[in-house]
Each structure stands twice: as C-alpha cells, then as structure tokens.
C-alpha cells in the first residue's frame, strides 16, 4: 500500500539559509500534519492543513511556513535557520479532519543545521 | 490541556520476558489512543490503537486497553523479541471537532536482550 513520501529524507543547511521540505500524503488523504522531533525528544505539532487550508497550529516559528496545495502535497519552508533546527521533520495525513481518523506518519526528514 | 505521561526508560528487559510500558493521559472527553513504535533510524509506525473506553488494541502481540475509570493505556506484551528494541510513544488524539493534532508522551526506549 502507498505510504506517505517525504523528501528529501535528509538536508544539511548552515545557519541563515533557508529548507523546503515536501510532504506527498497517502492517495485520498485530505489531511496532512507536520511533526518536529528533536533529539531524544517526543514529536511536537507544527501545523496542519485540511482541503489546503490551515486547520490548526502549534508551536512553529515564525521563521517557518507551510502550505498544502490543490494535489494535497504540503511543503514546510523554513528560513533563517538555526542551530536549534535541527531535528527529524515528519509529515503525517489521514482521511478527513475528525480526532477519530488516525495519522500515518512519514519516514521523516532529518535536517541538520551547521 | 491535554497531555501523555510515560514511563521513563530504558526499560532493559531479557528476550521472553513481560513487558508492560505504562501510559497515562489528562484530557477532556473521549480521546483516541494510539501506541506507536519508532525503530532506530527510522519513523513512526501506529502499531495499536483504541477509540472508546473499554476498547483493546492488539497488533503483533502487543496490546493495550483504553481504560477510562484510571485514565490509562498501558502497552503489554506476553513475550518480548530481540526485534522489539525501539522507542515506543503512547500518544493521544482528541475527538473534539478540528482540535486534532496527537500529542505525544516521551517516549519510553526498549531494549531486548539475548
């Protein structure tokens, strides 16, 4: 079965440039969720967007932007980036917006700032 | 708010041994819960989860029951693997209208020895 696809899986940027990364939910997946996870930490909510429009926000800088397109990809572009950037970025969908419908994760991006 | 608390790690155990990962959660109405399993290097995989009280989650000999009276979801497994060394994350999902995004616990790393 299809999973989600995030791309590229890892990035190595210095401080003060800026990141794309792109996230390809599941076919029929509405819904996608982006996750930062720091090292040794638990998965912290950035963002999620619903029928390309924002449904709900967490704790992202403002450095940091997404949108989700017509084809329902999502990107998360990140600017001015800081050491403390660096972590492992999932991207997650599902099917409708609804607490019951469960999130399937990507396999990450790791990015690592210098 | 809402939130997951879990057991510290590592939890060290020999191959064959119980184990039991407790998991505890604070929020309002009927969340969802999930377990979800991060082998190293590598990204999140649901492994079970429950949608009501009373509900039990099994999948590859785990299991775990949505227990609402102690607000608990402890992940149990008859017999561990050498293969079952990850981290594992009890995480929950509120069914409270657009509000949903996962929240995490820790993460409880576990390592299985021959």
């Known amino acids: 079965a299809a999973g989600v696809i995030q791309s590229p899986r890892h990035l190595i940027k210095e401080k003060r440039e800026t990141a794309t990364l792109k996230c390809y939910p599941i076919p029929r997946h509405d819904t996608v969720y982006w996750y930062q996870q720091g090292p040794g930490q638990d998965p912290q909510f950035l963002i999620s967007?619903?029928?390309?429009?924002?449904?709900d926000k967490g704790s992202i800088p403002d450095r940091f932007s997404a949108q989700q397109f017509s084809d329902y990809h999502s990107e998360l572009n990140m600017s001015s980036l800081e050491l403390g950037d660096s972590a492992l970025y999932f991207c997650?969908?599902?099917?409708?917006?609804?607490?019951?419908?469960?999130?399937?994760f990507g396999p990450g991006t790791r990015l690592t700032v210098t | 708010g809402n939130s997951v608390t879990q057991m510290e790690g590592p939890v060290t155990l020999s191959e064959e041994a119980f184990l039991t990962i407790n998991c505890t959660y604070t929020a309002t109405g009927y969340p969802s819960l999930f377990w979800y399993v991060q082998y190293p290097g590598e990204g999140l995989q649901l492994l079970l989860k429950?949608?009501?009280?009373?509900d039990k989650g099994s999948n590859k000999g785990f299991e775990a029951t949505y227990r609402k009276e102690t607000t608990s979801f402890h992940l149990e497994k008859g017999s561990v693997q050498v293969s079952d060394s990850a981290v594992y994350f009890c995480a929950l999902l509120p069914n409270t209208g657009t509000a949903s995004k996962l929240t995490f616990g820790t993460g409880t790393r576990l390592q299985v020895t021959l």
């Open positions: 429950a949608t009501k009280a009373d």
């Open positions: 997650a969908s599902s099917l409708g917006i609804l607490g019951s419908y469960e999130q399937y």
């Open positions: 967007f619903y029928e390309k429009m924002q449904s």
